[in-house]
């Protein structure tokens, strides 16, 4: 069965650390590049992180850049997402998702989704 599954997510406190991981079944991981995507209450799912296939590259989103890590073990089919110095702005519903094509922060360009993982970020 094809999927992606999505844990890691919690409670954490401001200026704290959390790491998000994505299991997912080979045949639709290790060829394709992919994402993490969050959703607000009440806001529109945003772009957080791209990594392509092969570890060679990464985009992040402005308002996460220097703060998350993205990246994958293609041996263990396993997305990461580790998140530092963490805001209560970051509080969000986390999904991993794959890539289909560009431009890498549209969730149109990806159609593999996860059930998504909490995140909550306390002051």
């Known amino acids: 069965q094809d999927q992606l599954v999505e844990s890691g997510g919690g409670l954490a406190q401001a200026g704290g650390s959390l790491r998000l991981s994505c299991a997912a079944s080979e045949r639709i991981f290790s060829a394709y590049s992919m994402g993490w995507f969050r959703q607000a209450p009440g806001k529109e799912r945003e772009f957080v992180a791209m990594i392509t296939w092969n570890n060679a590259v990464t985009y992040y989103a402005d308002s996460v850049k220097g703060r998350f890590t993205i990246s994958r073990d293609n041996v263990k089919n396993t997305l990461y997402l580790h998140m530092s110095s963490l805001k209560p702005e970051d509080t969000a519903v986390y999904y991993c998702?794959?890539?289909?094509?560009?431009?890498?922060?549209?969730?149109?360009?990806?159609?593999?989704w996860g059930q998504g993982t909490q995140v909550t970020v306390f002051s």
């Open positions: 998702a794959r890539s289909m094509s560009p431009p890498y922060y549209d969730p149109h360009s990806y159609d593999y």
